[in-house]
């Protein structure tokens, strides 16, 4: 077993689930590398971050991301800051020679991603971006289904990530609203989801034509902002930057049509990112909220018993599932990241190239500003 | 074609049902024989059961069901009244040489199902119990699935019909909550049929043990009862005479074992007639709130995909569908009396006996008689 | 109760539907008006028309559409036709001075739906489209929420009408996938209940962006057809002229986005005409294929029970209900038309118009043709 | 913070859940003790047993476990091996002066149960049952639901645990399938848990009957079993002594009643875990399949809105909820060893005794023990 030194930027939501996972992912898919949790970093040097570091399993904490980036014990940065951070983290990380993996969006440009996907390439390392949501046994599934042949030639994708925290038109502008910060709302916190989730599954986009709404503009100021949704108003208020809800149309590389949602104004759905693909053999329905589920339909059965079937997709043959627990014994959020991390400790190992990287990032940004292109042109955009 | 003479006895809920089932049988499976819809017969001669029977559809309306059974004119004799009064009107007309049909329960003591069945037997007239559950398009592919083998050998069935019209303690004392014009409460009305699905879907019953509880022991008397549900509460109270819920299980002939509820208590479940079989190759589950649709899990299929299949139960492959409208099209509750109809005719037309019949009336009921022994003697009985 | 004498045009799908509708409206739904149904009108004067007249609950049977609309002794010309055939028709009555009702969509092109209406406004008679999906009880009971001001603002509208009846390339070329017949595909079919449903429920439409596609460019000739999809392929092909799929992004009047779905190819959904709606207060969502139910979250309830309940609409309380059954014993697909037919012997009755009407075909029509505009021209196109 | 160190016995299915959470709970759910995973405990001394105390994230590993119970630097001994283990470790440890915390079911006999609770008592050690399903934060919410008065009087109580592990007559005799390891079949390993779910949610038992059944009598012997179900036939068999399959019915202290199934024979059920409690005020549904919902009904709201609302209990005001991610990113099996330790950790923090504990372990098994007695008698028993 070989040790592999980790520094992590970031320890707020994604702080939180990157650690976790960096934490489980030798224990629960023992391999010939072991990461070894060497330091976390964030903004200042606080008591507080010390704490947290101790509390999410690392040995140190520091504030300063560049002195962590260039220290020789650290082998891998990881990267789970807001999008605007990515590019000049990522980018002195390759240059110290450090494999590096980033949180999604790669960046909020296309110009940043490029520059960072041709860091990495210079400097020879590993990349990873983290979609997470790749790494669900059930979305596993489907990727090995299309792969079998089981749902044809795909005709028809329809893709929605909506949930339903700022309806509340009190909730304050957190930096998830800001376009400095984000770079974008819907679209590129989850909209970026679907996107990614499509051209794994389905094709790259050709065109797109969409519609950005933001349905409130005005929101208080924050006061404190605790990470994971948990943050308070103070007084005064600013303007919302960023789309609170972004739809558009597509036509794939492989000739099927796509309709995609995106909203933070879908009361009810906490985190609704679902998918639904109609191909000429077979169909598949994905949703996050049940993600120990696909339902599946298979146009090759006999007439009288045709109809969607729900796998729980929780059997030791399922993708990644024999780590876990018998069949029927759930697996939850977190579990996608110790996927992730599985999966790119396998290609370190192996000395191959993680999935997704950054070449999907620089992708998936291309398709994102083509729908914010579109969505001011009125018109169909090639990303 | 020819016509065939119906009489039918009862003009409430099951009135209003049979009566629609008449009118629409040869419009949407059109045979030989074509039912003319001669009579309605109620307990007095008003202007409300004459104005009942133009709207439901009948030539005619008469308050004398001896009189009715006995013309000449009269082929058919369909009662749909409550259970105390079956057995004098079953006899009546099979002595008149009347076909008979018989809502369910057949009659509230097993010795009146006895005479029942001996008369229609002696007269060699055709009979029909209105079991309608057995005439589900879905109900009815679950039959076919076990003929086909595609359970394999039954180990576990449950059926739970549950309803939660009473709950309220105002709720009055209609005819439903007392002994002697229901012979039983949730046991007899909706465990009856829970116990005749699973006589016609799995086995005859060996031995029952069983549980009856009255939560609810007094109860406003009713001022006014137009049937349907729909009644008032007058002054003074009277006592509950029958069973709120029963429960009890059972072993079958087949060598499964079977658990049963029934209950007017189940708050939320408005017509939740249930049932789950589960067998060595395969289980089916399904629910009568929604009846259009069947799950079906095949042990057979490749274990990465096996999974309950929703198949909505309205292709023109599926049982009775094809005579009403394209797939995805749903039927709803007054179709299953409509098929059954349409089964009585066509056994009229080839000289068969209808299924379900007085047989099954007899059967049915020694199970329900078994199950209130065993409430009292607190010991597994026989039916 | 007076009479009111009815004669249809088409006697297949829609025929059978409407047919049946007329015989049952006054069984459940007792008015002053009662239709006697007087005639039914086809193509040929064939033994086979006559008999499906008789079957359906018809006096008499024609073959002259013209002759028909003109006799004096009917009331209203109910025409269930193809849409290419509607103009001449219900002008043809209106100028009789006959009402009409006119199955969807009104016409295959927007100059035929002004006519109409101007024909029919001119004449003074009453008109009714026949949208029957408006008449669910679930879905009135989104209207009657929305009018409680129970989802607030609008902010998100969801429509997909999924089917998958032509999957498989074999399928002959039926007169629904020929544009002279048909005037669009899976838009005008299917896409225009959707564009119907958000009408009544959300805003009318301000702008639209859409893409039409057609999978399958050749289809074999049709060699029989005896409607309801029960159809023959015979030799040699010929050109789909008709969309398969068509998806379209919307903004309404009301400020809130929309998006789109239809098609052909949603392979396992049957009849899946689904809608979700998002406001400020509360959601809800719809699924023809379970039309009993309605998902209804509200944002009012305490946060730690918040989430969507399936309201079972069978309750005496809720629209169209009370003629029917008890709570749980559900209805069909047939029991929209008469609640259909209901309320247009209501309007007669009281002398207002019918909803929706010809005023409703014609916006219909506009927004159909703006999602046309806009897949040719690739931009956002106003109706 | 405080350091409390921990052994555990038990390292296959339970130990590596055990042992995750020993892991997980002071990140999640800081306190002022923190476990110190100091031994894991097998059968014998091999490496596999020091990799598996390495993986598994413990200090060092032993083979016997009476030394472990009695090294002086030990406060809580965990045990997680088969029930018929039970009995002498934890009496070993509670008079080692240990804390005591013990996998369900408590022993295999009631007397060994009481033996246990005694010895615990005398040595004044804290103890704890693991009764992990307790601690889901849905089946908490409906505690806390009931405890609020949301559901009324309890009237019917339906639980049923069903999986499908060994339908296959081929899967070889494991430990669970004999009666001298396992105490019972589905009754004592599933059967336990609804036992345990019903007397925490609604009340004691006053007295039941049941049924025990074994389908398939004769097994294959065990070659090699690595728990977790992976396990592999060898060549001769053995007899099943336990049972297949348990049904009971139940009447509780507080008036209701219940129905129970249990089985390893319901095909397409994984872990079936399920309970509907219906009360006067209000009804719940619960599934661990989808254990992150929860299903509830509310008489008290407006008739026509009525329904089964689905919570997706992972919102921040749910019990543990707080503690891990934002809304709707659900968490999974093992997450509930983990809010159990956080249980134990915060009793023994306020010198309170934990809950579940062996007071619950012994009147489990006088449940248990006299569903047996009953299904040997034929008659109701009393626990």
């Given at each position: 077993m070989t040790e592999i030194n980790v520094a992590i930027i970031g320890h707020k939501f994604m702080g939180k689930a990157h650690s976790n996972a960096w934490r489980q992912v030798s224990r629960f898919f023992p391999?010939?590398?072991?990461?070894?949790?060497?330091?976390?970093?964030?903004?200042?040097?606080?008591?507080?971050?010390?704490?947290?570091?101790?509390?999410?399993?690392?040995?140190?904490?520091?504030?300063?991301?560049?002195?962590?980036?260039?220290?020789?014990?650290?082998?891998?940065?990881?990267?789970?800051?807001?999008?605007?951070?990515?590019?000049?983290?990522?980018?002195a990380a390759a240059q110290a020679g450090k494999h590096v993996i980033c949180e999604k969006p790669l960046a909020?440009?296309?110009?940043?991603?490029?520059?960072?996907?041709?860091?990495?390439?210079?400097?020879?390392?590993?990349?990873?971006?983290?979609h997470n949501y790749r790494k669900i046994p059930a979305v596993a599934l489907v990727r090995k289904f299309i792969d079998d042949g089981r749902l044809g030639d795909i005709y028809h994708y329809h893709g929605a990530y909506l949930q339903?925290?700022?309806?509340?038109?009190?909730?304050?502008?957190?930096?998830?609203?800001?376009?400095?910060?984000?770079?974008?709302?819907?679209?590129?916190?989850?909209?970026?989801?679907a996107i990614d989730l499509a051209r794994y599954l389905n094709s790259e986009f050709n065109t797109v034509v969409g519609q950005m709404t933001t349905f409130i503009k005005e929101r208080p100021l924050v006061a404190e902002d605790k990470g994971l949704r948990q943050v308070k108003a103070g007084s005064g208020t600013g303007k919302v930057t960023v789309d609170d809800d972004t739809n558009f149309l597509a036509r794939f590389a492989n000739g099927s049509v796509g309709v995609f949602e995106s909203s933070r104004f879908g009361g009810g759905r906490k985190n609704y990112n679902t998918f639904q693909i109609?191909?000429?053999?077979?169909?598949?329905?994905?949703?996050?909220?049940?993600?120990?589920?696909?339902?599946?339909?298979?146009?090759e059965d006999p007439q009288e018993e045709q109809g969607f079937k729900t796998i729980n997709v929780t059997e030791s043959v399922h993708p990644y599932v024999g780590a876990w627990w018998p069949a029927g014994h759930i697996i939850g959020y977190e579990h996608t990241f110790v996927h992730a991390f599985h999966d790119f400790l396998t290609a370190l190992e192996n000395d191959t190239l993680p999935s997704p990287n950054f070449t999907d990032g620089v992708k998936n940004q291309t398709v994102l500003e083509a729908v914010e292109r579109s969505a001011k042109s009125g018109k169909w955009e090639k990303p």
């Open positions: 391999g010939k590398l072991e990461p070894r949790m060497k330091v976390l970093c964030g903004k200042a040097c606080t008591e507080e971050l010390e704490a947290t570091a101790r509390q999410f399993g690392w040995e140190e904490s520091d504030c300063d991301w560049q002195r962590v980036v260039e220290r020789e014990d650290i082998d891998v940065v990881d990267i789970a800051t807001p999008g605007y951070l990515h590019h000049d983290m990522a980018i909020n440009t296309l110009a940043d991603t490029k520059e960072m996907l041709k860091a990495v390439q210079k400097a020879g390392v590993k990349h990873m971006l983290m339903d925290w700022i309806i509340d038109p009190e909730f304050p502008l957190v930096w998830r609203l800001q376009k400095k910060f984000a770079g974008s709302g819907a679209l590129g916190d989850i909209g970026a989801h109609y191909g000429s053999k077979g169909s598949v329905a994905f949703n996050l909220e049940r993600m120990n589920e696909l339902e599946f339909y298979d146009r």
